[in-house]
Nanobody, 121 residues
């Protein structure tokens, strides 16, 4: 199992950009699908983007074309580049290593503690 921690949150201007990073500790990072979730005030946690084996990615409709997820398996990191920011992006963003079966064994995922992103002028 890998443990994950997010970095890079903070305050950004509308129309600006921000990059979040997720750093994983532990082994076999590359086998895990990795994802970003967010939880806006008063709302449930929702999937923002996920990156799977072979660099296959999926995005929530609300962020398509504005957010880009990427990973670096050699350095156990995953990034979320966010652009054309709007106040609706304001949320706590969570990194998650998703559970995965690998060679007949379930490898459990884990959540990071979250990082606050605020978009405001």
């Amino acid at each position: 199992q890998v443990e994950v921690v997010e970095y890079g949150g903070g305050l950004a201007q509308p129309g600006g950009s921000l990059r979040l990073s997720c750093v994983a500790s532990g082994s076999m990072f590359s086998i895990y699908p990795m994802a970003w979730y967010r939880q806006r005030l008063g709302n449930e946690r929702e999937l923002v983007a996920v990156i799977r084996e072979g660099e296959k990615t999926n995005y929530a409709d609300s962020v398509k074309g504005r957010f880009t997820i990427s990973r670096d398996n050699a350095n156990n990191t995953m990034d979320l580049h966010m652009s054309s920011l709007t106040p609706e992006v304001t949320a706590i963003y969570y990194c998650k290593s998703e559970p995965v079966y690998y060679r007949g064994t379930l490898h459990r995922g884990s959540w990071g503690p979250g990082t606050q992103v605020t978009v405001s002028s």
